[in-house]
């Protein structure tokens, strides 16, 4: 582990490794969450932190895991440090060779042919959990948003399928990187050395990604939380359990929420508000050390309200802009359910609180996504989420996500330092 007094460091870029293969950005089932004493019923169903429910026999080797992770890396930036990094045009310029009856494509997802089979492919084959429980659906709308936002490179975009997109990540300092997420790899398809030579040619040598798994070894970590917003579905779905001693009607009114918010004057956001969004977001991730750097572009990509974003702003008494909240909507197709055949997911993305509290801010924020119908909330105990988690019911899940950065060594980031959210 690379201790605080570390500075951050370039490392040199081999091909990315294989111990991302498998990762599913983490988002997988969980399953009979023991937490009677703070959320009163266990919790399950399709958690983006990968949680399975293990035993204590498994938690223990996940631990063991973890020890022997610590010490590789440490073995690994030896290696790494031996070696000096070389100029993009030492990447080879032609593409991986695949087997017989396979070929590379540039995905054009302007074409709507394509971007369909794009969309069969994922809802097919990616992330569904371990019981075959809870499968990602992701729309047309969410695809776009997720794998076009300014700057993006068409021929990053590959099946199998994986995406990069370039962005300004801040890790202590700001370093132009790519995003890994989406992937969703055949057995005999190179995805993962493809893609970083092809990242590699664009000069472009550090990544991060996330995953459920432990490995060799995140720069951060944090846990998914949450709030139940239709708790009898989500109990018939088995996406959470009643725990011992706990009725159905005694759920209900645990759970309950308003049928509206008044607290503050939440407005949905408006195009003429982005110039003081991109100004209050960059001032307020100043204060995170893993974090997103956004153009004013990347901004209204990122916030402006669609089918799968919805941003709400906190006006003052003169109408200026002083906090705004923001999540994304990401339904789950239910399997094998006799009445249900959809749950309806939000997630938190980004939020920027000045004058508004922050308890306040969030309490009413639940109240959002309920009353456009959603199912559960989800939110990471990163930055200052902590405070609130417990006092707004939000249940524990299972399992972690890990923060991953590839050729990039730095100190470890305290979850109350993390302020980045990949789309799942």
Request: charged content about 20%; hydrophobic content about 40%; aromatic content about 10%.
């Amino acid at each position: 582990m690379a201790d605080e007094s570390e500075t951050a460091v370039k490392l040199p870029a081999p091909p990315l490794l294989q111990m991302i293969e498998g990762n599913r950005n983490g988002h997988e089932h969980c399953s009979n969450c023991e937490n009677e004493e703070d959320n009163s019923y266990n919790r399950g169903g399709l958690s983006p932190a990968n949680d399975t429910g293990i035993d204590s026999t498994q938690n223990q080797h996940v631990k063991t895991n973890s020890l022997l992770a610590e010490r590789i890396q440490e073995i690994l930036a030896i290696e790494l440090f031996s070696v000096g990094q070389g100029p993009a045009i030492t990447t080879a310029e032609k593409p991986y060779t695949l087997s017989q009856g396979f070929t590379w494509d540039a995905l054009d997802l302007g074409d709507c042919g394509v971007l369909k089979k794009l969309y069969t492919l994922l809802n097919e084959n990616y992330a569904e959990d371990d019981d075959s429980m809870f499968q990602f659906y992701y729309s047309l709308e969410f695809l776009l948003w997720a794998l076009q936002p300014p700057g993006w490179l068409p021929h990053w975009k590959l099946v199998g399928f994986m995406s990069t997109i370039p962005a300004n990540i801040h890790i202590y300092d700001t370093e132009k990187i790519v995003k890994i997420n989406f992937l969703c790899v055949h057995e005999k398809l190179f995805l993962i050395p493809e893609i970083t030579r092809q990242v590699h040619l664009e000069s472009i040598f550090q990544a991060v990604y996330t995953a459920g798994v432990v490995l060799p070894k995140p720069v951060g970590t944090c846990r998914y939380w949450h709030p139940s917003l239709n708790p009898r579905k989500l109990i018939d779905v088995k996406f959470s359990h009643l725990s011992r001693n706990m009725t159905m009607q005694h759920i209900m009114k645990l759970y309950q929420l308003p049928d509206s918010q008044d607290s503050w004057a939440a407005t949905n956001g408006k195009k003429k508000d982005i110039p003081v969004v991109h100004q209050l977001f960059t001032r307020y991730m100043k204060q995170f050390h893993l974090m997103p750097v956004m153009s004013q572009e990347e901004v209204e990509h990122s916030f402006y309200p669609r089918n799968i974003i919805d941003t709400f702003m906190v006006e003052n008494g003169n109408g200026e802009v002083t906090d705004f909240l923001s999540f994304y909507m990401l339904p789950s197709t239910i399997m094998n359910h006799p009445t249900h055949k959809s749950l309806k997911a939000a997630y938190s993305f980004y939020k920027v609180h000045t004058q508004t509290p922050l308890l306040d801010l969030r309490k009413d924020a639940l109240v959002l996504p309920k009353m456009k119908g959603l199912d559960v909330f989800s939110a990471l105990d990163l930055t200052e989420n902590k405070t609130f988690l417990e006092k707004l019911k939000f249940g524990i899940g299972h399992a972690n996500l890990q923060y991953y950065l590839h050729t990039w060594k730095c100190p470890s980031v305290g979850a109350e330092k993390v302020r980045l959210v990949l789309q799942q």
